[in-house]
């Protein structure tokens, strides 16, 4: 019988995944990253130490071996640092899709194959096959689909990989763990950023990107108010700008359309959003999941954020580029985010956006 050897967080999903592994006839091993050890002095709540207590309660209880492997070094250097120079640079990363590429399907995967035959998370998507090659599929549960996070992930390294969770929506997956009596039935699921938790972000941010306040400025020009530093705000912001009525402009919340990084200000408007309506974007590489035949141009779904629904759009590849046009003008596409495209149920694969554009000249990329 196989050894699986499952990526334990402490959470509900990764318990799950070891129980239904272990119900199978898997012989079950439990592994647990740490992945941050630094103590944050910002009111923070980085679970390490709780959630490996549960790790143990858990496996303990399903009668598995169970490890603790530190990958702190490889994740500041291989995600983190990426994530603060994303921000430095005034755009907005999303460390979670290159924490699966570079350590959960990366370091993790290597030193688990070392222990067993293949690897299990408690991911909520699926994996199939084409021409001898994995294929990256939707869960069940779109609410709690995955794959967005995954979309960078190497074909290769969805090889030998288990999602028992696929195939499940979450209120099964609790019903399960109270059922068989898993301490971790009732956890609350995380969030915030990848393994290192929930913190205030702006005192987070702080400890390692000095703040540089500047002024903000309407679309003319005209000063409005004062912002903390471009780092803490996205394209499309609405709370948070400190921005009162002023005299002369129209009276209606102000939203981010832009950042003057050489000049630091931070450019708002205010009313229906037209400056942030964008036809397409060109993303800075892009990566194809168990894809060889696909043409040049072609129509799909995209998703340039995690919560939002998938739209139309035709995609030209180039030089590993994915230029990416827009069946009908998107709002607030953000530099430093993820692109994701989708045929049916398959993610094909995703790149970083590195720019869009108000009109696209390419012919082939008309509807």
């Known amino acids: 019988m196989s050894t699986v050897v499952v990526g334990m967080s402490g959470g509900v ?9 272990k119900e199978r006839g898997y012989d079950v091993v439990g592994l647990f990253m740490h992945n941050w050890e630094e103590e944050e002095e910002d009111g923070g709540a980085c679970t390490s130490a709780e959630d490996w207590q549960d790790v143990q309660a858990v496996c303990g209880y399903l009668g598995i071996p169970h490890y603790s492997v530190n990958f702190a070094r490889e994740y500041y250097e291989r995600v983190f640092e990426y994530f603060l120079n994303e921000y430095f640079k005034g755009r907005t990363p999303n460390p979670d899709v290159l924490c699966n590429r570079e350590i959960k399907f990366g370091a993790f995967k290597d030193y688990a194959m070392k222990l067993g035959d293949c690897v299990a998370t408690g991911h909520y998507c699926n994996v199939g096959e ?17 794959t967005y996070f995954l979309c960078d992930t190497r074909t290769e390294q969805l090889k030998d990989v288990m999602f028992p969770l696929g195939n499940l929506r979450k209120s099964e997956v609790r019903a399960i763990a109270e059922k068989n009596g898993l301490v971790t039935s009732k956890k609350k699921d995380s969030t915030g950023i990848c393994f290192i938790g929930e913190r205030k972000f702006r005192a987070f941010l702080k400890q390692y990107l000095p703040a540089k306040p500047g002024v903000i400025v309407d679309t003319f020009g005209k000063e409005v108010g004062r912002h903390e530093g471009l780092m803490y705000y996205t394209l499309g912001q609405r709370r948070g700008l400190g921005i009162g009525g002023v005299k002369g402009e129209a009276q209606q919340r102000w939203y981010v359309v832009d950042k003057d990084m050489t000049h630091n200000r931070l450019i708002v408007s205010c009313g229906e959003g037209e400056e942030l309506l964008t036809c397409g974007l060109k993303t800075e590489g892009f990566n194809l999941i168990g894809c060889e035949n696909l043409p040049t141009v072609f129509e799909c779904t995209a998703k340039m954020r995690y919560r939002q629904p998938e739209q139309k759009v035709r995609v030209k590849l180039s030089d590993g580029v994915a230029t990416i046009k827009f069946a009908e003008r998107q709002r607030a596409v953000t530099c430093g985010q993820f692109a994701v495209l989708y045929l049916g149920d398959r993610c094909l694969g995703g790149g970083v956006i590195g720019s869009t554009f108000a009109s696209a000249d390419d012919g082939e990329l008309d509807f």
């Open 13 to 21: 999903d990764s318990s799950v995944a070891a129980l239904l592994l």
């Open 130 to 146: 084409e021409n001898g090659l994995p294929t990256l599929l939707k869960a069940v549960d779109g609410d709690k689909d995955q």
